[in-house]
């Protein structure tokens, strides 16, 4: 039998998810602690770019959480340190001709259904918007709901603010069960019990799921992202290309790529987005590379000629119907899960720490939660 525990809730993952999960439950009242087997934003929040977007997500389940997310970051960027970067930057997609043009048209009708604020540019105002875009673009939409954060901080920051208790560098080895249920986790130098453990591992969600006994099909998909020399501020907001829609919403292992491109408050531009499910490799693709910066100077030719400095690349946690599984695992009582975000988890961070929060406390969930429900992957009907 356990011994009692002073704890309510034990958070496994400390990037940006775990983050916001701490600090909505402690804002609730719960004692939390949060542990995470390397450093703050250690994982995939550290190698992301720090999106905060409504205008890649088709109407739907996801589209809800990133505007619930997007109310709540504003929220958040008022009370949180001016180091997070909060920019309401807003996006900006582009077609190359006049049927994209059409597509995206269509996909903007949806999102506006559902309360994103979509803009129809026409090519001739594109460069009213962005002085150094390339010539002969058909036309785009501008999203002002689209924002950005420093990631790494708005992790750092946020948990902080929640007051948890941290362990880092502590690999969860085992999570610990009374009579079927989770009671806590193991780490190699210490036992953390609480009545319920919440699962924000990131690509490595699937690894806690299986120490708790169930299944969830989380996947590494790597990312590559360009960092040029400071520049004056030649991007004023989040651009992409419309085939970045396409990319978010394939399924595919192939390589993909397609550019995403903007500028930060420091000077440099950040130039992504690839895709592509090699497992953990994290060797350094010349290909990935090369596509992004040819297809960032054809965005914005003013970049042909800028330095890269560095590169960086992460795994976005992948599930395979790009839902996010949120919410309590009725196959084992105590567990939650918070991961599977894929390359949006930074966006989606703070609604999830509140629907997280409220199946803690019982209390009604902001959004329904059955689109995220984790054991939606199980073909065992038995279980």
């Known amino acids: 039998m356990l011994k009692r525990h002073s704890l309510d809730a034990v958070i496994i993952g400390a990037g940006v998810v775990g983050a916001a999960c701490a600090y909505y439950a402690a804002r609730a009242g719960l004692a939390v602690a949060v542990v995470d087997r390397g450093a703050v ?99 785009g939409f501008h999203y002002p709901q689209d924002a950005q954060v420093q990631p790494a901080q708005a992790a750092a920051r946020l948990l902080a603010a929640s007051g948890a208790e941290v362990y880092l560098g502590e690999e969860v080895t085992g999570v610990l069960l009374d009579r079927g249920a989770v009671r806590g986790v193991r780490t190699p130098r210490r036992e953390l019990l609480a009545p319920a ?75 992504g987005a690839t895709r592509e499910r090699v497992g953990f490799d994290r060797s350094l693709s010349t290909e990935a590379l090369r596509r992004l910066a040819a297809q960032a100077a054809a965005l914005f030719p003013v970049l042909a000629d800028v330095r890269v400095l560095r590169t960086y690349h992460g795994f976005r946690p992948y599930l395979p119907d790009h839902l996010p599984a949120i919410g309590p695992d009725p196959r084992r009582p105590g567990l939650l899960h ?32 059955a689109p995220f429900h984790p054991a939606r992957f199980d073909q065992d009907p038995a279980r």
């Open 41 to 139: 934003a250690g994982g995939t929040t550290g190698a992301g770019e720090g999106n905060l977007l409504v205008s890649d997500k088709e109407a739907g389940p996801e589209l809800d959480l990133a505007l619930l997310s997007t109310r709540l970051w504003t929220e958040l960027a008022a009370v949180l340190p001016p180091a997070i970067e909060y920019e309401p930057k807003g996006g900006l997609v582009v077609a190359p001709d006049d049927a994209t043009v059409r597509a995206l048209r269509s996909f903007a009708e949806g999102q506006r259904k559902a309360g994103v604020d979509a803009v129809e540019v026409p090519a001739d105002a594109l460069q009213e918007l962005e002085p150094h875009l390339a010539p002969g673009l058909a036309g």
């Open 197 to 271: 453990v919440v699962n924000a591992a990131g690509t490595w969600g699937g690894r806690i799921a299986e120490l708790a006994g169930v299944t969830l099909p989380v996947l590494p998909r790597r990312g590559f992202v360009l960092v040029t020399e400071p520049l004056p501020r030649l991007v004023r907001h989040k651009v992409y290309a419309a085939d970045y829609i396409a990319d978010v919403a394939s399924g595919s292992a192939a390589l993909q790529s397609s550019a995403v491109v903007e500028g930060t408050p420091s000077g440099p531009v950040l130039i």
């Open 338 to 369: 918070a991961c599977g975000h894929e390359g949006a988890g930074i966006g989606l961070a703070p609604a999830t720490g509140a629907l997280i929060t409220a199946a803690l406390t019982g209390a009604e969930p902001p959004l329904p939660q």
